[in-house]
C-alpha cells in the first residue's frame, strides 16, 4: 500500500492534500464557468510557501501575490517601492507551496508600481519573469490608458486580471485611501473604465473600496469577467482579502470591511476555510459595512 502520511519538513508537517474528488484544479476556464453558475469566487493573499500551502488546502480559489508585501512584510507605508524582483521571489515561493500540497489554487502575481507604466513591452516583460516564477494571471491597476496594455497581454497569451477603485499604486494621487466612484460623474467613468477592461481581455476585475451599489450593478454588467470585491459589498463575483487582515494581524488600524475570522478558529488553517465558507456562502462580507 502506498504511503499516504503527510509530508513532512523540517518545520513541521504540511496540511493534507484534498482528494481529487473534493477539489479540482482552478484554471481560467473553471473561474469563468464559477462566474456563470454563480459561485463566489475566494481569494486570498500569500506571500510564501507554507501559507500558500495552507490557503490551498483550505479551498481559496485564487491566491494573490499582493504589492501588499511592500507593507506586511517589508514594513513600507505603501505599495510604492515594491521592486520586481521582489515579486518575482515571492510568487515564486508561493507557486512552490501551492504545488507542495495538492496544487489547484490559481496563482495571481501583482505588476509592481514602475514595472508596466512606461509601455506595454514593458508590461510583457514584467509580466514574462512573473509567469516564469510560478503566476498564472497576472494584476495591474488602473483603467484608461491600461486598457491597451490589457488587450496586449492578453493577446499574447497572458491571463490579466484589472483592479478599478481604490488603486494603491496611485493613492497618493487619489489623495489616500478613500473610497472611489461616488456620485454621478465617478461612476460613469468607472463604468466606461470597467466595460473597456473587459473588452480589452480581462478576465478578473478587483474592485477596492467601491459603492456597493455600484459594485453590485458592474458584475451584473460584465457576464464574462468576474468582479473581485474588497470593500464593495457582497454583490461580486467574488471576495478578496490581504491574509495579515483575515487572521487579525494587521499593525495598523483595520478597515472597518475586513473580518478577523482567526478570531474563532483554532488555527490558520481553519480560519482560512471559515472564509472561503462565509465567502461561498454569501455570510462574508458585511452589506451594512459598506454604505460608502
Same mark, same amino acid.
Given at each position: #500500500?502506498?504511503?499516504?502520511?503527510?509530508?513532512?519538513?523540517?518545520?513541521?508537517?504540511?496540511?493534507?492534500?484534498?482528494?481529487?474528488?473534493?477539489?479540482?484544479?482552478?484554471?481560467?476556464?473553471?473561474?469563468?464557468?464559477?462566474?456563470?453558475?454563480?459561485?463566489?469566487? &475566494? #481569494?486570498?493573499?500569500?506571500?510564501?510557501?507554507?501559507?500558500?500551502?495552507?490557503?490551498?488546502?483550505?479551498? +481559496?480559489?485564487?491566491?494573490?501575490?499582493?504589492?501588499?508585501?511592500? #507593507?506586511?512584510?517589508?514594513?513600507?507605508?505603501?505599495?510604492?517601492?515594491?521592486?520586481?524582483?521582489? #515579486?518575482?521571489?515571492?510568487?515564486?515561493?508561493?507557486?512552490?507551496?501551492?504545488?507542495?500540497?495538492?496544487?489547484?489554487?490559481? +496563482?495571481?502575481?501583482?505588476?509592481?508600481?514602475?514595472?508596466?507604466?512606461?509601455?506595454?513591452?514593458?508590461?510583457?516583460?514584467?509580466?514574462?519573469?512573473?509567469?516564469? &516564477?510560478?503566476?498564472?494571471? +497576472?494584476?495591474?491597476?488602473?483603467?484608461?490608458?491600461?486598457?491597451?496594455?490589457?488587450?496586449?497581454?492578453?493577446?499574447?497569451?497572458?491571463? +490579466?486580471?484589472?483592479?478599478?477603485?481604490?488603486?494603491?499604486?496611485?493613492?497618493?494621487?487619489?489623495?489616500?485611501?478613500?473610497?472611489?466612484?461616488?456620485?454621478?460623474?465617478?461612476?460613469?467613468?468607472?463604468?466606461?473604465?470597467?466595460? &473597456?477592461?473587459?473588452?480589452?481581455?480581462?478576465?478578473?476585475?478587483?474592485?477596492?473600496?467601491?459603492?456597493?451599489?455600484?459594485?453590485?450593478?458592474?458584475?451584473?454588467?460584465?457576464?464574462?469577467?468576474?468582479?473581485?470585491?474588497?470593500?464593495?459589498?457582497?454583490?461580486?463575483?467574488?471576495?478578496?482579502?490581504?491574509?495579515?487582515?483575515?487572521?487579525?494581524?494587521?499593525?495598523?488600524?483595520?478597515?472597518?470591511?475586513?473580518?478577523?475570522?482567526?478570531?474563532?478558529?483554532?488555527?490558520?488553517?481553519?480560519?482560512?476555510?471559515?472564509?472561503?465558507?462565509?465567502?461561498?456562502?454569501?455570510?462574508?462580507?458585511?452589506?451594512?459595512?459598506?454604505?460608502?
Amino acid at each position: #500500500m502506498a504511503d499516504t502520511a503527510t509530508p513532512a519538513t523540517p518545520y513541521g508537517t504540511l496540511p493534507p492534500a484534498a482528494t481529487p474528488a473534493t477539489r479540482k484544479p482552478v484554471s481560467l476556464p473553471r473561474l469563468g464557468e464559477m462566474r456563470a453558475r454563480g459561485e463566489k469566487i &475566494a #481569494m486570498l493573499t500569500a506571500y510564501d510557501a507554507t501559507f500558500a500551502a495552507l490557503a490551498d488546502g483550505a479551498g +481559496v480559489d485564487c491566491i494573490l501575490i499582493g504589492d501588499s508585501l511592500g #507593507m506586511v512584510c517589508q514594513g513600507r507605508h505603501s505599495t510604492v517601492g515594491v521592486t520586481l524582483e521582489a #515579486m518575482r521571489y515571492h510568487t515564486e515561493c508561493v507557486a512552490h507551496g501551492v504545488r507542495r500540497v495538492q496544487g489547484t489554487a490559481w +496563482v495571481v502575481s501583482d505588476l509592481p508600481f514602475g514595472s508596466y507604466q512606461e509601455s506595454r513591452e514593458q508590461a510583457l516583460r514584467s509580466a514574462a519573469v512573473l509567469m516564469e &516564477a510560478g503566476a498564472h494571471m +497576472v494584476k495591474l491597476e488602473g483603467g484608461g490608458w491600461t486598457t491597451d496594455t490589457v488587450r496586449f497581454l492578453v493577446e499574447r497569451g497572458i491571463p +490579466v486580471c484589472a483592479h478599478l477603485g481604490l488603486t494603491p499604486q496611485t493613492v497618493h494621487a487619489l489623495g489616500g485611501y478613500r473610497v472611489q466612484g461616488r456620485g454621478d460623474e465617478a461612476a460613469t467613468r468607472m463604468r466606461a473604465d470597467a466595460h &473597456a477592461l473587459a473588452d480589452a481581455g480581462a478576465a478578473l476585475l478587483v474592485l477596492e473600496m467601491v459603492p456597493a451599489q455600484l459594485a453590485a450593478a458592474l458584475t451584473a454588467e460584465l457576464p464574462h469577467c468576474a468582479t473581485i470585491g474588497i470593500g464593495a459589498g457582497r454583490g461580486t463575483a467574488g471576495q478578496v482579502l490581504v491574509m495579515h487582515d483575515m487572521l487579525g494581524m494587521n499593525l495598523g488600524r483595520m478597515a472597518r470591511f475586513v473580518r478577523n475570522f482567526m478570531q474563532d478558529a483554532d488555527g490558520v488553517s481553519a480560519a482560512m476555510a471559515a472564509y472561503v465558507r462565509a465567502v461561498k456562502d454569501g455570510s462574508f462580507p458585511d452589506d451594512a459595512l459598506h454604505a460608502w
